[in-house]
Nanobody
Framework: QVQLVESGGGLAQAGGSLRLSCAASGLTFSRYHMGWFRQAPGKERELVAAMWWNTANTYYADSVKGRFTISRDNVKNTVYLQMNSLKPEDTAVYYC????????????WGQGTQVSVSS
């Protein structure tokens, strides 16, 4: 049974930082592309950052470039999202996702963690 468990969400002030973690189990983590999505109230879920397992290339949405950093630890089976210079518009539920093929069509999802940024 595959499980993705996020942690690290919470409340931050604008300009502050948070680090999200996603611990994976039940899959060969090192062979999965990993991504972080977010969904704000009334908006569609969007991919904000991704890291491919086979090239270590990364993707960032324009809205988070230069502020967010995705990384992974294949020994700990964990993917991280370091979020700096947070803005109120970063407020959303953040989801970890895993895919063996295309990260924009994940096979597995975490339960989500709330990030709220106050101005």
């Amino acid at each position: 049974q595959v499980q993705l468990v996020e942690s690290g969400g919470g409340l931050a002030q604008a300009g502050g930082s948070l680090r999200l973690s996603c611990a994976a189990s039940g899959l060969t983590f090192s062979r999965y592309h990993m991504g972080w999505f977010r969904q704000a109230p009334g908006k569609e879920r969007e991919l904000v950052a991704a890291m491919w397992w086979n090239t270590a290339n990364t993707y960032y949405a324009d809205s988070v470039k230069g502020r967010f950093t995705i990384s992974r630890d294949n020994v700990k089976n964990t993917v991280y999202l370091q979020m700096n210079s947070l803005k109120p518009e970063d407020t959303a539920v953040y989801y970890c996702a895993a895919s063996a093929l295309r990260i924009n069509n994940p096979q597995y999802w975490g339960q989500g963690t709330q990030v709220s940024v106050s101005s």
